[in-house]
């Protein structure tokens, strides 16, 4: 059968008007191309669909038939034009965001829950990466968008500052730096560190400088949170390094002191990243809107 949505919405309209006359107005067709049309889909049909009568019309049992599916097809039509809507404007579908650990922890949780919220179709997958391996990522065309910091360069990319928060050397309240008003990373390589877990970004990106300055790190104990790191510096076991945030959070609990890192890498703003704003689906460049990233950035 050849029939289009259109000749269902006419027949419906027929039946349920019980006249041509009136199915045809509600159609907004001229009532010689309904009654045209309706010929047509009956000849399709194979079958007589209508009883015509003096004042009107009424349905033969094959038209009731294609009366029960065509209303199940429009239903699923505007289900269907529902949920291609909701995917042109971002509410459904599955949105991967790339971002280093600071990211993750300590930025996107807050702003990304309400934003989130709203769209309670839409899937949200993060990926953790060193703001280096998601700078090659958007280069290689991998990922959408990341948040990163703006210590790594990201040539021929779109970048904008979304948040400041710089990295802190964390360390016992009684340690001899503690006083310091700034620190050097190469002042506390010979010292015993607590360190992120394996795999961990930001701990990645850190034991990699501690390698291009010649030093290994000395890790006594890999903790999965910022807040078990905090925990164990302040019970002396080793320095770690954090950033401002998470140390200003955890201070008075675990009794740590936080002394700025000197370094140019440490003084890190979060952006968020992407090659082209005009390829950003949907969903990215409502989030990246929500995170502060004017619209219309062109490549």
Known sequence: MRMDIA???????????????????????????????????EADAGTALLNRHPRGVS?????????HHARLILQQQAQLRGEMDAFAHGARGTLHLYA??????????????????????????LHERTSTDVVRALAAGQAEAGIISDAVPADGLQRHVVSEDPLVMLLPAKHRFASRRTLDFVDVLGETFVALADGNALQTYVEELAGEAGRRLDVRIRMKTFEGLCTMVGHG???????KTVARQHRRSTHTAAVPLADAWAQRRLCACFADWTRLSPAMRSLLQHLGVPPHKKA
């Open 7 to 41: 000749d269902l919405r006419l027949f419906l309209a027929v039946a349920d008007a019980g006249s041509i006359t009136a199915g045809a107005a509600l159609a907004n067709l001229a009532l010689g191309s309904a009654s045209e049309r309706l010929r047509a889909i």
């Open 59 to 67: 349905v033969t049992e094959a038209g009731a038939a294609l009366a």
């Open 100 to 125: 280093n650990t600071a990211a993750l922890t300590n930025y996107l949780p807050s702003r990304l829950a309400p934003w989130l919220a709203q769209r309670p179709r839409l899937h949200v997958e």
């Open 237 to 243: 076991i080793g320095v770690g390094i954090v950033p």
